[in-house]
């Protein structure tokens, strides 16, 4: 079943989810995945189980500060036990990896996020190793790391993981397809590319150093992008039919929300395409409470 969503860009509006197939929207798609977890959170409260997610977030950034407020608020509302744990920006590393020592050993707590970026005097690779792999929801440790490219059960990068769940209930063919990714993050771009090959996609990876990018993307059946430049990939870049894939999330010159595709220059020659906000942007949260639902499912299992 494909989700449709009407986007209305006449005034913007993405509330009115009527007639549009081309739309892939998050909005839907991560609600029923969370209405799923919300059951599934249910049973395990009923086994005396409640999945807690713990989330540490250093400084006053207020766009940090708004991505875990959300984060917070969606863990609340499928009923989980939701930890914030706010450090001034002058926390030492030493100080930020005990209280990760100390969440690693809480019983309660199934799930630990710390937020990026942090301060550059705290080492962003030693942190993210002292988490425990068990509880390392957002699938950034090594071991997951690891394990996901070898095709091991594990924790996998939120995003590329909600992506692969947009393709899947929309349909959308994966394998033999070509993906192109535009990006090459250790969170996003890397990992997705890996999904994407062990669903049996022909993958090829393009960044900022590609030379002749558009002959490269205009080969995608499959294309996702994951630059960080607002509006980079226009129709000149595109395959008539592609899925297109918007992992941006940047503010064009009138301060509106946009991706690094130009939506309005891609639409007509795209067979699908994901919005921002609205597509791929409620789908990295959803994954962040899947992967906290399965690290208490999982606890549920041992005991
Ligand atoms: N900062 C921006 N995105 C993310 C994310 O997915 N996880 C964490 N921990 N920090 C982020």
Redesign the pocket.
């Known amino acids: 079943m494909v989700y449709y969503q009407n986007l209305l860009r006449s005034n913007n509006s993405l509330e009115d989810y009527s007639v549009n197939e081309k739309v892939i929207s998050g909005k839907v798609i991560g609600q029923q995945i969370r209405e799923e977890i919300q059951e599934r959170v249910e049973r395990l409260k009923e086994q005396g189980v409640t999945p807690g997610l713990a989330v540490i977030i250093v400084g006053d950034d207020p766009a940090?500060h708004t991505?875990v407020r959300n984060k917070q608020k969606s863990s609340l509302a499928v009923g989980m036990k939701s930890e914030l744990i706010e450090l001034p920006v002058t926390v030492t590393e030493e100080e930020l990896l005990k209280e990760i020592h100390r969440l690693n050993e809480d019983d309660t707590i199934h799930g630990i996020?710390?937020?990026?970026?942090l301060p550059e005097h705290i080492d962003e690779d030693r942190v993210i190793l002292t988490i425990d792999p068990a509880k390392d929801v957002?699938g950034?440790h090594p071991e997951n790391v690891g394990k996901m490219i070898i095709g091991q059960r594990a924790f996998l990068?939120?995003?590329p993981y909600g992506i692969v769940k947009l393709l899947e209930r929309t349909n959308t063919p994966i394998k033999g397809q070509h993906a192109v990714i535009v990006g090459r993050s250790n969170?996003v771009g890397k990992p997705m590319g890996q999904l994407l090959l062990q669903r049996d996609a022909t993958v090829t990876y393009t960044h900022s150093r590609t030379e002749n990018l558009a002959e490269h993307t205009k080969q995608a059946d499959i294309l996702i992008v994951a630059i960080g430049r607002t509006k980079f990939i226009n129709e000149t870049h595109i395959k008539e039919g592609a899925v297109v894939i918007d992992v941006g999330m940047n503010r064009d010159e009138n301060g509106k929300l946009c991706g690094d595709v130009d939506y309005d220059s891609v639409y007509d020659k795209s067979g699908a395409i994901t919005p921002v906000p609205g597509g791929v942007g409620p789908m990295?949260i959803t994954m962040?409470l899947k992967n906290t639902l399965l690290s208490a499912e999982e606890t549920c299992k041992q005991s």
């Open positions: 940090s991505y996020l710390v937020q990026l970026p957002d950034f990068s939120c995003t969170i990295t962040l």
